[in-house]
C-alpha cells in the first residue's frame, strides 16, 4: 500500500480537524485502483475539488480519465476541470449523471448520505454494466454518523416513503441514537431524528444492494467516517484487492481509534457550546481561516511590511513586533 505519495495535506481546508475529506484515506483508495487497474475514475459529490485533486494527480502518473458529478461545483472545482484536461466536470445530480454515464473502472461515492441515493446511485452503477462485471466502488461515510442516519442537503429529492423524519440542525453524539442540544452541528443539510432501522443510512443501502448480488464482496474500513469497499469477486484484480484491504478491513484497533476519535469531536463541539452558546458553522470556519490565509501571505510579499517590521526591530532593541517567519509558521501549521 501506499505506492502513490500525496502532494497535499488532506486537513488543508478542515480548520475544524474534522477529518471529513476522502483525502485522509487516499493511500488505500488510490492503492486500490491501481490494484484493479483503473483508467476510468467517476467521482460523485466533487463539491469543492478536495479529493478530485488528489485523483488528478495520481491521474498523472496512471494515464487515468476522471468525473467528477457535483450539482453545486464550488468555485475551485470549476477552476480544477477548466485547467485540466483529464477532467470531465459534470454539473448534475449523482442519480441525473449516473443514468446516462458509459461504463467506468471505478466509482466513488461520496455525495448525499442518505438510503435512498445511495441505493439509487448503487442500482444505477449495476444497471449501467450490461452484462459485465461491476466496477470497483467505493464509499465513503458508511461509519458513524451517516451509516444508520440518513442526511439530506435537498429532502424535496427524495421520495417521501423514503424519507426519515428529520430535524433542521441535529446536534448527534456517538452512542445516541437520538438528537441532543449539544454534539457535533450539521449545518447544511437535515438528518433523520433517529439513528438505525431499515431503510436508514450510508451503510444500511450499502448491504442492502451487496446482499441482493451474491457476486459481491464488501469490505468495511472503520477509519475516518467509515470507508466501503465493494468488489465482484469474478474481476481478475479480485485477489488483489482483497489482499490489500484484508489488514484494515473490520479492524478492532482501528475502529476503537475511531470511536475514541469522534468522541473527542463531539465532546469538544458540546463543551464549545456550554462555553460560548453557540457554534461557529465549519463553513464560516473556511472562510475565515481563508480569508486570514490570504491577508497574512499579502503581508509576506509586501515590501513595506519587510521595511516595517526592519523599523519595528530597530525600535524595539532587535525584537520586532511580528516577524515573516512567524507569519510562515502559522501559514504551515
Not at 15 to 25: A, D, K
Not at 101 to 129: F, K, M, P, Q, W
Not at 191 to 217: C, K, M, Q, W, Y
Amino acid at each position: 500500500m501506499a505506492r502513490f505519495e500525496l502532494k497535499s495535506d488532506p486537513m488543508a481546508n478542515d480548520p475544524g480537524r474534522w477529518g471529513h475529506s476522502l483525502g485522509n484515506l487516499a493511500e488505500l483508495w488510490l492503492d486500490l485502483l491501481d490494484r484493479a487497474g483503473a483508467r476510468s475514475v467517476v467521482e460523485v459529490g466533487a463539491y469543492a475539488g478536495d479529493t478530485t485533486r488528489v485523483l488528478l494527480d495520481w491521474a498523472e502518473q496512471s494515464g487515468a480519465r476522471v468525473v467528477a458529478i457535483d450539482p453545486d461545483p464550488q468555485p475551485s472545482l470549476e477552476q480544477l476541470a477548466q485547467s485540466n484536461a483529464s477532467l470531465r466536470l459534470i454539473r448534475a445530480t449523482s442519480l441525473e449523471a449516473l443514468a446516462t454515464l458509459e461504463r467506468c473502472d471505478a466509482v466513488i461515492l461520496d455525495g448525499d448520505h442518505n438510503y435512498y441515493t445511495v441505493s439509487e446511485e448503487l442500482r444505477l452503477i449495476a444497471a449501467g454494466i450490461g452484462d459485465a462485471p461491476l466496477p470497483l466502488i467505493i464509499c465513503h461515510d458508511a461509519g458513524w454518523p451517516h451509516g444508520r442516519r440518513d442526511a439530506y442537503y435537498s429532502i424535496e429529492q427524495i421520495p417521501p416513503e423514503y424519507r426519515q423524519p428529520t430535524v433542521e440542525l441535529g446536534h448527534l453524539f456517538p452512542g445516541d441514537p437520538g438528537i441532543r442540544e449539544r454534539g457535533m452541528a450539521f449545518y447544511h443539510h437535515r438528518v433523520a431524528i433517529r439513528e438505525g432501522g431499515p431503510r436508514n443510512g450510508v451503510l444500511t443501502a450499502i448491504e442492502d444492494f451487496v446482499r441482493s448480488h451474491d457476486e459481491l464482496e464488501l469490505a468495511i474500513v472503520p477509519a475516518f467516517f467509515g470507508l466501503a469497499v465493494i468488489w465482484p469477486r469474478t474481476a481478475p484484480w479480485a485477489g488483489e484487492v482483497s489482499t490489500t484491504v484484508a489488514p484494515l478491513r473490520d479492524n478492532p484497533v482501528i475502529a476503537r481509534l475511531e470511536r475514541n476519535r469522534v468522541l473527542n469531536l463531539a465532546r469538544w463541539e458540546a463543551e464549545q457550546v456550554g462555553r460560548d452558546g453557540e457554534q461557529h458553522d465549519p463553513e464560516w470556519l473556511h472562510r475565515h481561516w481563508n480569508a486570514s490565509s490570504e491577508l497574512l501571505r499579502h503581508l509576506l510579499a509586501s515590501r513595506a511590511f519587510t521595511v516595517a517590521t526592519w523599523l519595528s526591530r530597530l525600535r524595539r532593541g532587535g525584537a520586532g513586533a511580528v516577524s515573516k517567519e512567524q507569519i510562515r509558521r502559522v501559514l504551515e501549521s
